[in-house]
């Protein structure tokens, strides 16, 4: 066993309901936990109450995919920690790329969300990844200090055991474009490097780095005998029970 693994679906703006909650159940009856594997899906807003509630003593928890800062205020349209954990849910996944580029997140947002969800006991899953653009100039390593760096800024050590990161490469995800296992471990001992710096060497060998973008039921197993994937946030194929079993039963 590694440090905690974590095995993650995504199901970004996707699963009505009843749809859900099939999902969900096929799930429960497929997972064969193993021990210190852990399993999280991330359901819209929508369907978190529903889809927490079926998960109860189950191995499966689950999180919201986005939430604001504050407790409660005049935000139309956002949700708060509060209400977050009022469905049921023990994770929070922070800074997606999607919420990065498509909805113009910044550091500062991340670590404002990252701070509030540790202050309201949620543990957040921080995304960070590099744009093909970025990659392609040679800032890949730049890119994920800026926002390794800015996602925790102000957390002390202590701070960090609730906290999980994906590394997702923007350019893999929902693309079939999946990084090679070398290319993923490469980014993942970055980050561990950068947590050293700011952490110390037990938080940084302890805190699991996932890997998402493109992940299936064909990759696994290669991103998963990486020495430094401690598990995967996986989207399009975590929409189907069939397949996302095959992924987390890995
Ligand atoms: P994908 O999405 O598996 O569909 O590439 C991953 C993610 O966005 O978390």
Not at 72 to 87: F, N, R, W
Not at 112 to 139: D, F, I, T, Y
Request: glycine share 10%; with cysteine; charged share 25%.
């Amino acid at each position: 066993m590694k440090r905690r693994e974590i095995f993650a679906g995504n199901w970004k703006m996707f699963k009505t309901g009843d749809e859900a909650e099939n999902l969900v159940k096929g799930l429960i009856k497929g997972i064969e936990a193993k021990p210190g594997r852990e399993y999280v899906v991330f359901p819209p807003a929508t369907v978190l109450s529903r889809v927490s509630a079926l998960c109860g003593n189950t191995p499966l928890k689950t999180g919201a995919q986005n939430m604001f800062h504050e407790k409660q205020g005049a935000y139309t349209g956002e949700i708060s920690p509060l209400m977050v954990k009022d469905c049921g849910a023990t994770f929070i996944l922070i800074g997606h790329s999607e919420r990065r580029h498509i909805f113009h997140e910044t550091d500062d947002d991340v670590n404002l969300k990252v701070k509030s969800a540790l202050e309201n006991g949620l543990e957040p899953m921080v995304c960070v990844g590099e744009l093909l653009e970025e990659r392609e100039r040679g800032e890949t390593d730049s890119v994920l200090e800026r926002q390794v760096k800015g996602a925790f800024s102000g957390l002390a050590p202590e701070n960090m055991v609730k906290v999980s990161i994906a590394y997702e490469p923007v350019w893999a995800i929902g693309t079939g474009r999946v990084a090679t296992p070398e290319m993923a471990e490469e980014a993942h001992r970055v980050i561990r490097e950068l947590l050293k710096t700011l952490f110390g060497e037990k938080t940084a060998a302890s805190v699991p780095v996932l890997y998402g973008g493109s992940v299936k039921p064909d990759n696994i197993s290669g991103l998963y005998a990486m020495e430094n994937i401690d598990g995967v946030l996986v989207g399009g194929a975590s929409l189907e029970s069939e397949s996302f079993l095959k992924i987390v039963n890995v």
